[in-house]
């Protein structure tokens, strides 16, 4: 079982730059990939980034890759970040972490999700 609570949206002018951050509770943290999500009202919940267990692999959605980091500490706090710069209206939404046993894109493939936190770029 893994316990995912995000925390760090908030209102930010485009161009700026937000850290989201993932924490989880639970032994088995370190043995599952995480992504993370974005819903904006009216649409399906898209996937923006992943990364493996171990850390050595990412995978970024087009429209983010170049301007968001996803990242994470096994050791020390088990959190899962996502640094994400040069900010666009468009990334505005409600944006989740979840865990899954395999690294995927799709969210059926993740297993254990946080409540989200709420991201909006002004422009």
């Known amino acids: 079982q893994v316990q995912l609570v995000e925390s760090g949206g908030g209102l930010v002018q485009a161009g700026g730059s937000l850290r989201l951050s993932c924490a989880a509770s639970?032994?088995?943290?370190?043995?599952?990939?995480m992504g993370w999500f974005r819903q904006a009202p009216g649409k399906e919940r898209e996937f923006v980034a992943s990364?493996?267990?171990?850390?050595?692999?990412?995978?970024y959605v087009d429209s983010v890759r170049g301007r968001f980091t996803i990242s994470r500490d096994n050791v020390k706090i088990t959190t899962l970040y996502l640094q994400m710069n040069s900010l666009k209206p468009e990334d505005t939404g409600v944006y989740y972490c979840?865990?899954?046993?395999?690294?995927?894109?799709?969210?059926?493939?993740?297993?254990?999700w946080g409540q989200g936190t709420q991201v909006t770029v002004s422009s």
């Open positions: 979840a865990a899954a046993f395999r690294r995927g894109v799709s969210k059926d493939e993740y297993d254990y």
């Open positions: 639970g032994r088995t943290f370190s043995s599952y990939a």
């Open positions: 990364i493996s267990w171990n850390g050595d692999s990412t995978d």
